[in-house]
């Protein structure tokens, strides 16, 4: 099995930052992509940010993120972190990790999510 588990998230006022850290643990072989996803109330789960990883390493962003938001990882720590800059209310949801992991060799790749971790920004 494998878990995630994030932390950093929080109550920020608009303009502020905050940064969301996400480690990944148990039966990992490799992990082929991670990345960040975001649910707010009455909303569908969108993608925020995300790498992957494989000949070269890309990077994918929302286009409702990007120039404010930051994604990158530790691969030696299979951890990756969000850096979240200039937040407005509208980034206001539940920020859910998400790994593509491979957990032997030869094995196919397995979606992994973590619990969520709560995002306020208001004054």
């Known amino acids: 099995q494998v878990q995630l588990v994030e932390s950093g998230g929080g109550l920020v006022q608009p303009g502020g930052s905050l940064r969301l850290s996400c480690a990944a643990s148990g039966s990992i072989f490799s992990i082929a992509a991670m990345g960040w996803y975001r649910q707010a109330p009455g909303k569908e789960r969108e993608l925020v940010a995300r790498?992957?990883?494989?000949?070269?390493?890309?990077?994918h962003y929302a286009d409702s993120v990007k120039g404010r938001f930051t994604i990158s990882r530790d691969n030696a720590k299979n951890r990756v972190y969000l850096q979240m800059n200039s937040l407005n209310p509208e980034d206001t949801a539940v920020y859910y990790c998400?790994?593509?992991?491979?957990?032997?060799?030869?094995?196919?790749?397995?979606?992994?999510w973590g619990q969520g971790t709560q995002v306020t920004v208001s004054s």
């Open positions: 998400n790994s593509l992991v491979r957990i032997g060799a030869g094995a196919g790749l397995y979606d992994y």
């Open positions: 790498i992957t990883t494989g000949g070269s390493t890309n990077y």
